[in-house]
């Protein structure tokens, strides 16, 4: 079984949990595309959704879903989304699709969290996905300097790099840029992420610590749940 079809098959238990009348978060990427496509298909009645990208609401407009905003809907009964590593304890590094800002607005706007993925994102220690940073783009080289210094202080000798792609420099959906530390291993994400969020200009990282309620993780065999 491909690493899609695991996707898939967590994608599709995770919206046999949503219910009528719910509003639900909508996460970002591949698989919780997924999850957008089998909850679609549900098609319960009364039901929100806040997406946590333009893609994201793209695609589930393009299903049918009604939307809402964090504006309108400021508490969310549920959200769904995927992780490009779950740890210990469903720590997660998220950020991958470069929307961890709104991704973590909805995910702690919300009563539960439940993180879906292919069997390959579990990990014993978080770090082997480069984590994430979110930059405001104003003088963002002198906030990867200061990035650069906290990273050493973790033992992470490499700095950070600007995520590009073919088109140029990676923007989020909030004009900000993304700079991917390749961690190795992170002792202490805790207190990594501590040290990130004073950083002047720093904005988000993709350090997802005591958040997730539950995860499904797809597999050969079907779909393993982890609890913290």
């Given at each position: 079984?491909s690493a899609d079809?695991?996707k898939?098959?967590a994608g599709?238990?995770a ?9 639900v978060?909508?996460?970002?990427g ?8 089998a909850l ?6 009364g039901l ?5 990208s333009?893609?994201t609401?793209?695609?589930a ?11 309108d809907?400021?508490r969310?009964d549920l959200?769904?989304d ?5 740890g210990p304890?469903?720590a ?8 961890l800002?709104?991704?973590k607005l ?10 879906i993925?292919?069997?390959a ?5 978080l770090g ?9 783009a ?11 210094d906290v990273?050493?202080?973790h033992?992470?000798?490499?700095p ?7 088109r ?6 909030g004009?900000n ?6 961690c ?16 002047t ?10 958040l997730?309620?539950?995860?499904l993780?797809g597999?050969?065999?079907g ?5 913290p």
């Amino acid at each position: 079984m491909s690493a899609d079809d695991q996707k898939r098959r967590a994608g599709e238990a995770a919206a046999a949990h949503v219910e009528p009348g719910m509003v639900v978060g909508l996460g970002t990427g591949s698989t919780a595309a997924w999850f957008v496509k089998a909850l679609a298909a549900r098609n319960l009645t009364g039901l929100r959704c806040v997406p946590t990208s333009e893609a994201t609401a793209d695609l589930a407009r393009e299903l049918g879903l009604t939307l809402s905003t964090l504006e309108d809907t400021p508490r969310l009964d549920l959200t769904v989304d995927g992780a490009d590593e779950v740890g210990p304890g469903l720590a997660l590094i998220k950020g991958g699709g470069a929307a961890l800002l709104r991704e973590k607005l909805v995910w702690e706007a919300s009563n539960r969290c439940l993180v879906i993925a292919d069997a390959a994102k579990v990990v014993k220690t978080l770090g082997r996905f480069a984590l994430p940073i979110e930059v405001v783009a104003f003088g963002h080289k002198t906030t990867a300097n200061r990035i650069a210094d906290v990273l050493a202080d973790h033992d992470i000798a490499m700095p950070a790099r600007l995520r590009q792609a073919e088109r140029g420099v990676v923007r989020t959906d909030g004009g900000n840029v993304i700079y991917d530390a390749a961690c190795g291993v992170i002792h202490d994400p805790a207190r990594l992420a501590s040290d990130l969020k004073l950083i002047t200009g720093v904005v988000e990282h993709g350090l997802f610590l005591d958040l997730a309620d539950l995860a499904l993780i797809g597999r050969d065999d079907g779909v393993e749940t982890l609890t913290p």
